[in-house]
């Protein structure tokens, strides 16, 4: 008599958890659904104009940031502005490329 009580009691308990597994797996599952992407980051033009680094496609920013910082980033490459006011950017073997 005392097993079956024993194995009743640990039934239900397993039960019970499993019950409470499944529980916080729906929630978790419903949590996961309603997150949002807030998209791709763009950066301001104000800070586009005082950061060299930040990679643009606007021809006339990128002339000005080169007068002013000596390198702008500029379609996913960065120029550099030697002492001599010569245009280059580097090359993947570390070769200077005057343009």
């Known amino acids: ?28 599952q419903r949590s996961a659904k309603t997150t949002t992407s807030f998209g791709s980051f763009t950066p301001y033009l104000k800070e586009q104009q005082f950061n060299p680094d930040i990679n643009t496609d606007n021809w006339d920013l990128h002339k000005l940031r080169l007068e002013k910082f000596r390198r702008s980033q500029y379609k996913g490459l960065t120029f550099f502005k030697s002492s001599e006011d010569k245009i280059y950017y580097l090359s993947e073997k570390g070769i200077k490329v005057y343009c």
């Open 1 to 28: 008599m005392f097993n079956i009580l024993v194995i009743l009691f640990l039934s239900i308990v397993f039960l019970i958890i499993l019950s409470i597994l499944y529980f916080y797996k729906k929630r978790y």
